[in-house]
Nanobody, 125 residues
Framework: QVHLVESGGGSVQAGGSRKLSCDTS????????MGWYRQSPGKEREGIAT???????YYADSMEGRFTISQANTKNTLFLQMNNLKPEDTAMYYC???????????????????WGQGTQVTVSS
């Protein structure tokens, strides 16, 4: 059974950095798309970045530059490096994975079947 688990969330000052992790070890498919998404109260879920099984990465236009998605060499952990954080980055961050989801464009993630429980990131000014 697939069980994605995010970690690394917490409180950070504006301008700071944070690295999120997602344990994807239970997702045992050789071809896939994985991604990071976030949702703030009262807002729709938005895509940040995705990565496919070939290692190609894709970013939402508004996210490129400050966010970097990557995987461990073993491919059992997904990362999101976040730099120069702003108060508007405060949100619950989720990782997602699916065999058949499209990695691009990076949108709402509606076609992803597996999601973690989320990790909260709070950026204070």
């Amino acid at each position: 059974q697939v069980h994605l688990v995010e970690s690394g969330g917490g409180s950070v000052q504006a301008g700071g950095s944070r690295k999120l992790s997602c344990d994807t070890s239970t997702f045992m498919f050789s071809t896939y798309c994985m991604g990071w998404y976030r949702q703030s109260p009262g807002k729709e879920r938005e895509g940040i970045a995705t990565i496919d099984s070939d290692g190609n990465t894709y970013y939402a236009d508004s996210m490129e530059g400050r966010f970097t998605i990557s995987q461990a060499n073993t491919k059992n952990t997904l990362f999101l490096q976040m730099n120069n954080l702003k108060p508007e980055d405060t949100a619950m961050y989720y990782c997602a994975a699916d065999r058949y989801a499209y990695c691009e464009p990076v949108a709402s993630g509606a076609d992803f079947g597996y999601w973690g429980q989320g990790t909260q990131v709070t950026v204070s000014s």
